[in-house]
């Protein structure tokens, strides 16, 4: 029996494209690389760094060269699916704030930035075995991956799952403003010029909307299986 080797996972924010990503890897015992993390780790560190998002040839300057090592948890009990390490220190948590949610569209959607960290994917998937979520990872990291999904759920659906993720780690946040975030970054996501959010045409797509994470995850290994 083979299973697909490359399982490419895209979607708008929140539809749970991580959550599903997480519990494939781990079932089929493959590596996961959540590529959010990485557009975030550059955003987080331009806004640390005094960089301003608008100032593109150095936001990219800092996507080329910056040391941003993903690894899997060691044993951290705070429900994270990895670590990410900027310059050696745990910035796994300071990713999901809201100045970072505010600005890392603008960020991804430079073209510079998405060649430097596209290489550093494709670098990661040549092993194989290997679940990767993200935005284009089907349509332009990686278009022959052997299986690609489209998660996607309505704003409402998707809005209510966030809030409550930020409920659950004590973030003092409104249903309202995690709505307006989520349709924004999806309205620039899905609108720029350089690899835009949209489904691959060999994407199957799965609409979560009324599901719970198990069956959605239950619908993706059947999926995964009728693959073999
Ligand atoms: O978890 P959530 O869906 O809210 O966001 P994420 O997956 O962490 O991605 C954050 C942002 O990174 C997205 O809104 C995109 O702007 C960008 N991104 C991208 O452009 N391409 C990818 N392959 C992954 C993320
Ligand atoms: O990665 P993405 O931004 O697409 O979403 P996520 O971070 O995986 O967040 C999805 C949230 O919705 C998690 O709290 C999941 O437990 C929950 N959820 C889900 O992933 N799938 C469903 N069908 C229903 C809820």
Redesign the pocket.
Known sequence: MTRPLVIAID?P????????GYHLARYLNYLYL?T?ALYRAVTLAALRRGIPIEDEARVTALAESLPIEVRPPQGEDDGRQYTVLLDGEDVTWALRTPRVDRAVSPVSAYPGVRAALTRRMREIARRGSVVM?GRDIGTVVLPDADLKLY?V?SLDARAR??F??RLAQGKQVSLEEVRTDLARRDRIDSSREAAPLRPAADAIILD?TN???E??FREAERLVREDC
Not at 13 to 20: D, H, I, Q, R, V
Request: aromatic letters at 0%; charged letters at 25%; hydrophobic letters at 40%.
């Open positions: 979607g924010a929140a539809s749970g494209k991580s959550t599903l959540d959010g979520v998660v759920a799952r966030r409550l993720d979560n599901l719970t994470a069956e959605t």
